[in-house]
């Protein structure tokens, strides 16, 4: 594998390949992989002879009190995980790289409307940081397709609209969520929390797998059902963020005769903020 840091170096690589006729497949991340992160290169190697990681950690898309700072960033380690996955190429830029202009005065891109709701309402502009990086980083590696996590299932909407709206040419493929044996979703920031706090995490899927299983039954008291779930987080040691049963196509407030929902939800447990979602096939 090869680790690049600069635009002008990656465009020469990935040229040579793309002339070469070869399908470069691209997945971006923050960097202290785990898992889930190598099903994603897993995936990527399926569908295109070239595979491209990369890892920066943005600050666009990070709120003035969230954990920008304290972020993992372990290049040494992430870098062997992926060699050992037949990663092809490392892109690693730094901020200077990817902002020139700075962060404030220079192109940003919004996706309207879904950008608001559920990750939205609690982490404002975070989308507008993800689209934007996303964008960039689809211009710098012109991949011709590009995976995204399920787990976070918000922001493969907001890169599928973007990408959709821009005409950009990139397939998006999601990849299911990678989750440990008790259910709990992998995430870098699992991490922060003590072991006693990941003896309790694992209640943030239990409690979505038996609300999805109420529903199933036949409860369309949506509210009601979101608020018992709320309760029994917050009993078990969580604070509240968002526990919503949506549409699975714009993710809004389901109604009770929607039949493709997605159930998205946040938590925070000690220094970590724990996402997941299931979707709900009735
Ligand atoms: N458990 C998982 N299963 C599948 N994909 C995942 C999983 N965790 C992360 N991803 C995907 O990996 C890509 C990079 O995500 P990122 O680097 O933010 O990892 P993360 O572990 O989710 O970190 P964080 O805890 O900060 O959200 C995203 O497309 C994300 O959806
Ligand atoms: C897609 C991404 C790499 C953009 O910074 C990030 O939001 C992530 O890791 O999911
Ligand atoms: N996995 C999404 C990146 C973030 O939380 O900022």
Known sequence: MQTIFSITELRKALGAERRAGKRIGFVPTMGNLHD???????????????????????????????????????????????????????????????????????????????????????????????????????????????????????????????????FLPVEVQGSPIARADNGLALSSRNGYLTPEELAIAPTLNRTIRNTISQIKAGRTDYSALQEEAQAVLEEAGFSRDYYNICNRYDLQAAKADDSELVLVAAAYLGKARLIDNMVIDL
């Open 36 to 166: 889930g992160h190598i099903q994603l290169i897993h995936q990527s190697n399926a569908t295109a002879d070239i595979t491209v990681a990369s890892i920066f950690v943005n600050p666009l898309q990070f709120g003035e009190n969230e954990d920008l700072d304290a972020y993992p960033r372990t290049l040494q380690s992430d870098s062997e995980k992926l060699a050992a996955a037949d990663c092809d190429y490392l892109f690693a830029p730094n901020i200077d790289e990817m902002y020139p202009n700075g962060q404030v005065i220079q192109t940003q891109v919004e996706v309207p409307v879904i950008s608001d709701l559920h990750c939205g309402t609690s982490r404002p502009g975070h989308f507008r940081g993800v689209a934007t990086v996303v964008c960039k980083l689809f211009g710098m590696v012109q991949p011709d397709v590009a995976i995204f996590g399920e787990k976070d299932f918000q922001q493969l909407m907001v890169i599928r609209r973007m990408t959709e709206d821009l």
